[in-house]
């Protein structure tokens, strides 16, 4: 399983972005699907997470009502849509895989196999 993220920039505070995760390789169905970040000298946090097949989403609560995960099937693709964004939304941005993943596990970073290289968002003041 391959991930490709793609779509940060930068953006003034209040703006808009949609990030993009393309799934390759074996995709099998099944299994969740997270968005995490990580700003300089923080840990790695969970933004969002999806449920593969059934599509059932949880949210930071720093996102909710901010944010928006989603998939299509048909492009293999996952985006988070991000709006009202704010200067502490600045971070590299990552998507990541868990083909056995669990309802209960979709905030876990640990639980995921499978990461994909970091789109890096910018919001300036």
């Known amino acids: 399983v391959q991930l490709q993220a793609s779509g940060g920039g930068l953006v003034q505070a209040g703006g808009s972005l949609r990030l993009a995760c393309l799934l390759s390789?074996?995709?099998?169905?099944?299994?969740?699907m997270g968005w995490f970040r990580q700003s300089p000298g923080k840990e790695r946090e969970f933004v969002a997470g999806?449920?593969?097949?059934?599509?059932?989403?949880v949210y930071a609560d720093s996102a909710k009502d901010r944010f928006t995960i989603s998939r299509d099937y048909a492009k293999s693709t996952v985006y988070l849509q991000m709006s009202s964004l704010k200067p502490e939304d600045t971070a590299v941005y990552y998507c990541?895989?868990?083909?056995?993943?669990?309802?209960?596990?979709?905030?876990?970073?640990?639980?995921?196999?499978?990461w994909g290289t970091g789109t890096l968002v910018t919001v300036s003041s």
């Open positions: 990541a895989r868990s083909p056995r993943g669990i309802y209960s596990s979709l905030g876990i970073p640990s639980s995921y196999d499978y």
């Open positions: 390789g074996r995709t099998q169905s099944g299994g969740n």
């Open positions: 999806l449920r593969w097949s059934g599509g059932h989403t």
